[in-house]
């Protein structure tokens, strides 16, 4: 008679996950696959030539004919150039400081942005791994499942001749 | 100081028969046109506020009337309420410049934020596309496996059918 079949080798250790390998490869992707861009832009909204032209703020015209030339006008000249050229400081603070504001909410928006596109990518990838999975199980399942029953159908056979030769030879047995 | 922004055209339906597409129309920024106008009328007021405070000196022969230090307060007080409707001109034009640019922004996150929520729609669509494809797939499997399991049964039958008679015969 047949020995009795061997016990198939150990099984091993499990594979690692994010590693292909040999026994175990790897069905699906392996990493989700993603290219990101958004259209956010994080440049400085207000430019410099337009900074210049915000900050150029215009002197009062100064006409007095009787006051040129003396200490008087140099009083209101000062005053007057004083009162732009601080206006104009703060002109300037106040672009720069919406400048920065303005790039700071683009840039986390641009973050947030791009924070989803990467979420939907991993979506995508989940989805990518559990279809090739399931449908590489389902193969699997499939050409094991025919291997079962054509086993079965062969062991049906074999039995079946056996009984016809066994009814045989008891037939020859009773003849001698 | 700004008037309100007209809407030239102002939509109170929208209807598309697109699954995936984004809706927003664009930045929607407030009429530069105007701020421009309101920026101008500042600085006209800033000249002519100045200019006319200078000329209109006082008259008459009294105490300091048209005396020069008449003429240089008044000069200050003109200067200085020119210099400051000089400076909210540039004020106004510095608001133009960032009324303009702010409503970008806020239409990229809007329409960043549209783009994410139609991205997980589609992939909504695509898993409910696998889900039936991978339905079908299992399905195939099933429905051959048992065909060929009832036809297996049956040659088994068959089989042990035969063997019977056979083994009836001896």
Redesign the interface.
């Known amino acids: 008679m047949k020995p009795v079949p061997e016990r198939p080798p150990p099984i091993g250790r499990a594979p690692v996950a994010g590693y292909d390998s040999r026994r175990f490869p790897v069905v699906g992707p392996m990493e989700p696959k993603g290219f990101y861009r958004?259209?956010?832009?994080t440049a400085e909204?207000?430019g410099q030539s337009?900074r210049d032209?915000?900050?150029?703020?215009?002197?009062?015209?100064?006409?007095?004919i009787?006051?040129i030339n003396?200490a008087?006008n140099n009083?209101?000249v000062g005053?007057?150039e004083a009162?732009?050229k601080t206006?104009?400081n703060?002109?300037r603070r106040?672009?720069d400081e919406?400048n920065t504001k303005?790039r700071t909410?683009?840039e986390q928006?641009r973050s947030?942005?791009i924070l989803?596109?990467r979420q939907?990518t991993q979506?995508?990838f989940r989805?990518d791994s559990?279809?090739a999975t399931?449908?590489f199980d389902?193969?699997t399942?499939?050409t094991q499942?025919?291997e079962d029953?054509?086993a079965?159908?062969k062991r049906?056979?074999s039995?079946?001749?056996a009984?016809?030769t066994?009814?045989?030879m008891?037939?020859l047995g009773g003849l001698f | 100081m700004f008037a309100q922004s007209g809407a030239g055209f102002l939509p109170s339906q929208f209807q598309t028969q697109k699954n995936y597409a984004t809706t927003l129309s664009g930045p929607i920024k407030p009429d530069q046109e105007l701020a421009r106008t309101n920026r101008n009328e500042s600085m006209a007021k800033a000249a002519f506020g100045g200019d006319m405070r200078q000329f209109n000196q006082q008259a008459g022969k009294g105490v300091e009337a048209g005396s020069k230090m008449s003429a240089f307060r008044a000069g200050l007080l003109a200067d200085s309420e020119a210099g400051k409707a000089y400076a909210q001109a540039q004020q106004d034009k510095l608001n133009m410049y960032a009324d303009q640019k702010a409503p970008e922004l806020a239409f990229q996150e809007k329409l960043a934020g549209e783009q994410g929520w139609l991205r997980e729609l589609l992939i909504d669509k695509k898993d409910v596309q696998n889900r039936e494809r991978m339905a079908s797939y299992k399905r195939k499997a099933d429905v051959d496996l048992q065909k060929y399991d009832r036809t297996m049964l049956d040659a088994q039958q068959s089989w042990e059918n035969e063997a019977t008679i056979v083994s009836s015969l001896f």
Do not use: C, E, W
Request: no cysteine.
């Open positions: 958004s259209h956010i832009s909204p207000l337009v032209t915000i900050a150029a703020v215009k002197t009062p015209r100064l006409q007095d009787r006051l003396s008087g009083s209101r005053l007057a009162t732009a206006s104009s703060a002109l106040s672009a919406f303005y909410q683009a928006a947030q942005d989803s596109q939907n979506d995508q989805m559990g279809l399931f449908n389902t193969l399942r499939f499942g025919v029953i054509y079965r159908g049906a056979r039995a079946a001749q009984q016809i066994a009814s045989f008891r037939m």
